[in-house]
């Protein structure tokens, strides 16, 4: 595994929502990147890792760890997330970081101007339902939930705030502002519906996880699933092993 330093290098990657963020951790220093997710993020992931380190002049076995967003979020998403770093792990025999996706919303809000040291995250999971968990930010500077993750219906979730305020961070204050809505007005809650799991979010959880030590070995790298779907169909499996395959050979 690699040490940890004070000048680390490391890749990141989520691919949880609709949009892919990238970003390249040299030192001090962060290269961030958006693409548009969907059905042509596994296609555009690859150049977009390979133009980002040949912006930085690095190649993949110059980084100290490749870190990926676990989940949840969509399931296609997860499973190219995993299988693209345990590729590019694989290959570059580099050690992975998993970094949970909802405490990416949590930095993100942060960033943009939060200061209380706990967060709700709350990530639209379609189908009526909210990924959410609460966050609490600690002395590094990394966030560790309160709880597990969780699977919530809209009251449910109101209920669990209601019970544990904290400013809110996610696109589910927008699909869900019908029952999140007043609920942030009633308690005088900050909200920050445009919080995603950017690259300048997912470079501070990468370099605190790479200084707490976190790394993981690839083979046992997997997504975090909360809804309960856990059975892949045989495109899935197929389409989650020709990822793994291409990163691989991007990698050598």
């Known amino acids: 595994m ?20 990238l970003a390249l951790v040299q030192g001090k220093d962060v290269r961030a990147r958006a693409l548009p997710g969907g059905a042509q993020s596994s296609a555009a992931l690859l150049p977009a890792i390979r133009a980002l380190l040949d912006e930085a002049g690095l190649t993949l076995r110059d980084l100290d760890a490749i870190a990926f967003g676990h989940g949840p979020g969509a399931f296609t998403g997860l499973r190219t997330a995993c299988a693209v770093a345990q590729g590019l792990a694989v290959g570059a025999d580099r050690p992975l970081l998993a970094l949970d996706t909802l405490a990416a919303l949590a930095e993100s809000a942060r960033q943009q101007g939060e200061t209380a040291d706990a967060v709700w995250s709350v ?85 605190t996880a790479q200084a707490r030590g976190a790394w993981i070995d690839p083979a046992l790298a997997l997504p975090l699933y909360v809804r309960d779907k856990v059975a892949q169909t045989t495109a899935e499996r197929e389409a989650l092993r020709a990822a793994a395959t291409v990163a691989a050979a991007g990698a050598a």
């Open 123 to 207: 990530l639209d999971a379609r189908m009526g339902e909210v990924y959410a968990a609460r966050w609490c930010r600690g002395a590094d500077g990394g966030w560790t939930a309160d709880g597990p993750v969780a699977l919530y219906s809209p009251a449910a979730l109101a209920e669990a705030i209601a019970q544990a305020p904290a400013p809110l961070a996610g696109n589910a204050l927008t699909v869900q502002a019908e029952v999140l809505g007043p609920l942030v007005a009633r308690l005088g809650l900050a909200a920050w519906p445009a919080a995603v799991p950017e690259g300048a979010a997912l470079a501070v959880l990468a370099r």
């Open 2 to 21: 690699s040490a940890s330093r004070s000048d680390p290098r490391l890749l990141a990657l989520d691919t949880a929502t609709d949009t892919v963020h």
